[in-house]
C-alpha cells in the first residue's frame, strides 16, 4: 500500500517535469546503446578475427618434431664418461614423420570423452610444375568429412564444392593465390612433383581463401587418400592428428599427457597462438572501459537532474514530510525516480542498441582477405545486454542515492517558515 | 475535567548563529480537547517557532512536549512523521498544496499514507469532506488552478482527511481577503462547535483571535496572558 502510494507521487514528480525526465532517460538510453553495440561489434570483430585463425587450428596436434635426440650415442656409451664431447654437425635421425601406430591412437583418442573430434591430415613439401617453372607449396591429405566438421573447411573453399575431393578420385583443391600462380581453372589438371621425384597429374576442383594471402599462395588440399598414394605410402600413414577438444582451456593438459601417452610431439593452441588471445583481451577491455565511461557520465546526468528537481520540489518535499511523511518516505520517493529512469533509459537502450547492432550487420563489408565475411560482424551475445542494463541499474542508484539523501534530510521548517 | 490534548512544558528554544539568541523561554500550557485556541502576538515573538515545534517538525528545544499524552520529546523522526501524519493537521498561510495533483489528490495523500482505509474509502471520505467544505466541484481540477480561498479550504480539507486530535495553523487567513478570511474562519469555528474538533491557531490578526474561545498572547519569547 505504502509503496503503491510512493510509486504513484513519484509518477506525478515525474510527469509534471516530463522534459527533465526525458533528457535523463535518454542520457542512460544512449549510454546503454553505445554500450550495447560497441560490445556486439567489438566481439563481433575479434571473434572472426580469432576465428580465422582459432577455427581451423586444432585444439591439440599430435605430430613427429624433426630433430636430433637428445642423449647422442657418445652420451651414453660408457667409454668416454667425464670426457668432453666436440663432434659438430651432428644430422638429426633419419626419423619418419608418420605417428607410429596411428590406427590405435585415433582410436584411443576417439574414445576420450574430452574430445569433440579428431582429424588426421599428411602435409608433405611438393612442387606444382608449370611449364618450366616450379613453385614450391606443399599438399595436405586430409579427411574432408571430419575437416569441413571441426575445422569449417567448406567454408574457405569459395569456388567449387568441397566434398568432391572426396568423390572425385585424384582431385585438389588450390589456394585461391596459387591457382592464380598456375592459372589453373576448376576441372583443369595440374603436374606436381613430390620430393622422392614422382609426378603426379590432379584435377582441380575447387579454389581455397583462408584470409592470410601467404597461406594461400603456398597451399593445397587432397583427400588423404591421394595424398598417401602420391608419396607411395600405406592407409595408416599420417603426419599429424589434430584433435579438437570439447573445451579449450583444457588443451595445455591435454597436450602434455597425448606427448608421453603416445610417445609423439604435442602442441596446444594456447602455445600456438598466444598472440591472438592477448589481443582479443586488450580489444575487449577497451570496450568495457569506453561502455562504463559512457554509463558514468550518464549517472552524472541523473544526479544533476534530480538535485536540481529536489531544488525545485522542496516545497513538496516540505509539505509531504508535514503530513506524515517521513524522510525514508521522500527518500524512497526520489530513488524510485531514478531508477524509473533507470530501467526505462536502460530498456530503451537494449533496444536501440540491438536495432543499431541490427543496422551494423547489414553494412556490406567486404575484403579479400576474408572471403567468408559479407558485413560487418556483430556478436549478439546476451551477456552484454544483461552487463548493460546491470550497469544502468548501479549507476543510475548511485546517482539517485545522494540527491535522494539530501531530499529525506529536508528540514521542513526552514522551507515554510522561509517563504 | 476536560481532556488535555497538548501541554507543554518548560519549552525553551534558542538560535546559535551567530550569537545565542534566545527564542523561546519557558514556555508552558495545556489545550484540552474541543477547545479553539489562538496564539497572537507581533512579528519575531517567536509564535511561529512555538508552533513548528508542537507540530513535532522542529526537534531543536529543550524542554517536554506531550500529545494526546504521549511524550513527543526524543522520538525518532520516522515516529514524529507518524504522529504528525495520524494525529496533527496543518493549514498554513501560503496554502502549500501539491501542484502536481488534483484537489482531491492532495486530499487523500494523508490518509492514503495513514493506509488504515482502502483508497476507495478514503476517497469517499475526501468527497464527503470536500462537499462539506462546498468544494466538491473543485475536486479534479489541479491545486494550481484553484484560488486564494479555495487553496485553503482544500488545506483544511486534507488537514481533516485523518481525524486529527487537533488542527495546527499558521496564519490560515493570513495571505487571504476579508471574505476569504471569514469564509474560513467560520469552518474553523464550524469543526470545533460540530465536531469538537480542536484548533491552535497561530495569528497575528486581533479580529480573528478576538472569535476564537481562548487566546494565547506572546511576547519577546514568553507567553504573558492565557
Request: charged share 20%; hydrophobic share 45%; proline share 3%.
Amino acid at each position: 500500500m505504502n509503496l503503491r502510494l510512493i510509486v504513484s507521487i513519484a509518477k506525478s514528480l515525474l510527469l509534471a517535469r516530463l522534459k527533465q525526465t526525458i533528457v535523463a532517460a535518454v542520457g542512460v538510453t544512449f549510454s546503454i546503446t553505445m554500450f550495447v553495440t560497441l560490445l556486439g561489434f567489438m566481439t563481433g570483430l575479434n571473434t572472426m578475427l580469432d576465428s580465422l585463425i582459432l577455427n581451423r587450428t586444432p585444439h591439440v596436434r599430435l605430430f613427429n618434431d624433426i630433430k636430433p635426440l637428445e642423449v647422442q650415442p657418445i652420451d651414453a656409451s660408457g667409454k668416454f664418461k667425464g670426457a668432453y664431447n666436440f663432434i659438430s654437425s651432428i644430422k638429426s635421425g633419419a626419423g619418419r614423420k608418420e605417428i607410429y601406430n596411428s590406427g590405435a591412437i585415433i582410436q584411443r583418442i576417439n574414445e576420450d570423452d574430452r574430445v569433440l573430434g579428431l582429424a588426421p591430415r599428411i602435409n608433405a613439401p611438393v612442387f606444382f610444375n608449370d611449364g618450366a617453372i616450379e613453385i614450391t607449396a606443399s599438399i595436405n591429405g586430409i579427411d574432408v568429412v571430419e575437416e569441413m566438421r571441426l575445422f569449417h573447411f567448406n567454408e574457405y573453399v569459395t569456388t567449387g564444392n568441397p566434398i568432391d575431393l572426396k568423390n572425385v578420385s585424384n582431385s585438389i583443391v588450390l589456394g585461391k593465390a596459387l591457382a592464380e600462380k598456375l592459372l589453373a581453372n576448376i576441372g583443369d589438371v595440374v603436374q606436381l612433383t613430390t620430393s622422392q621425384g614422382e609426378r603426379f597429374p590432379l584435377k582441380v576442383v575447387g579454389y581455397f581463401e583462408s584470409g592470410l594471402l601467404d597461406f594461400d599462395k603456398t597451399q593445397a588440399y587432397a583427400s588423404i587418400g591421394t595424398v598417401q598414394k602420391l608419396l607411395g605410402k600405406d592407409k595408416s600413414y599420417v603426419t599429424d592428428l589434430q584433435v579438437k577438444l570439447n573445451d579449450i582451456l583444457l588443451a595445455p593438459a591435454v597436450a602434455k599427457e597425448y606427448a608421453i601417452l603416445f610417445q609423439t610431439d604435442t602442441e596446444d593452441i594456447q602455445t600456438a597462438n598466444s598472440q591472438f588471445e592477448t589481443g582479443s583481451r586488450v580489444r575487449s577491455i577497451i570496450s568495457y572501459t569506453v561502455g562504463i565511461t559512457l554509463l558514468v557520465v550518464a549517472g552524472f546526468g541523473i544526479y544533476n537532474i534530480l538535485n536540481m528537481m529536489i531544488f525545485e520540489k522542496m516545497e513538496t518535499i516540505a509539505i509531504l514530510k508535514a503530513t506524515g511523511f517521513s524522510g525514508n518516505d521522500v527518500k524512497r520517493i526520489f530513488m524510485t525516480i531514478a531508477m524509473t529512469i533507470g530501467v526505462v533509459g536502460g530498456l530503451a537502450g537494449l533496444l536501440f542498441g540491438f536495432l543499431l547492432s541490427s543496422l551494423i550487420d547489414q553494412i556490406p563489408f567486404n575484403t579479400a582477405a576474408l572471403p567468408t565475411i559479407t558485413t560487418y560482424p556483430i556478436n549478439y551475445n546476451i551477456a552484454y545486454y544483461i552487463i548493460g542494463v546491470t550497469f544502468a541499474l548501479i549507476t543510475t542508484y548511485f546517482a539517485g542515492f545522494f540527491p535522494a539523501r539530501k531530499a529525506g534530510k529536508v528540514d521542513p521548517v526552514i522551507i515554510i517558515r522561509g517563504k | 475535567m476536560s481532556e488535555i490534548i497538548l501541554e507543554s512544558r518548560s519549552i525553551n528554544k534558542s538560535f546559535h548563529d551567530p550569537v545565542t539568541v534566545k527564542i523561546l523561554n519557558d514556555i508552558n500550557f495545556k489545550v484540552n480537547k474541543g477547545e479553539f485556541v489562538s496564539v497572537v502576538g507581533k512579528s519575531g515573538c517567536g509564535k511561529s517557532t512555538l508552533l513548528y515545534i508542537l507540530s513535532t517538525m522542529d526537534t531543536d528545544y529543550e524542554g517536554e512536549l506531550l500529545i494526546d499524552n504521549i511524550k513527543m520529546t526524543g522520538k525518532t523522526e520516522a515516529e514524529l512523521a507518524h504522529v504528525r501524519n495520524e494525529k496533527i493537521g496543518f493549514v498554513f498561510q501560503f496554502h502549500y498544496l501539491l501542484n502536481e495533483f488534483s484537489a482531491l489528490k492532495n486530499v487523500m495523500l494523508p490518509g492514503l499514507k495513514l493506509g488504515k482505509h482502502s483508497e476507495q474509502e478514503v476517497e469517499h471520505r475526501a468527497m464527503e469532506l470536500m462537499k462539506k467544505l462546498s468544494i466538491d466541484k473543485l475536486a479534479l481540477k489541479d491545486a494550481n488552478q484553484l484560488s486564494g480561498g479555495e487553496k485553503q479550504r482544500v488545506a483544511i480539507a486534507r488537514a481533516l482527511i485523518n481525524d486529527p486530535d487537533i488542527i495546527m495553523g499558521d496564519e490560515p487567513t493570513g495571505n487571504l481577503d476579508k471574505k476569504n478570511s471569514e469564509i474560513v474562519f467560520d469552518i474553523l469555528k464550524q469543526l470545533t462547535i460540530e465536531f469538537k474538533q480542536t484548533m491552535l491557531i497561530v495569528t497575528h490578526d486581533p479580529e480573528f483571535a478576538g472569535k476564537t474561545q481562548r487566546v494565547i498572547e506572546m511576547e519577546d519569547g514568553r507567553i504573558i496572558r492565557q
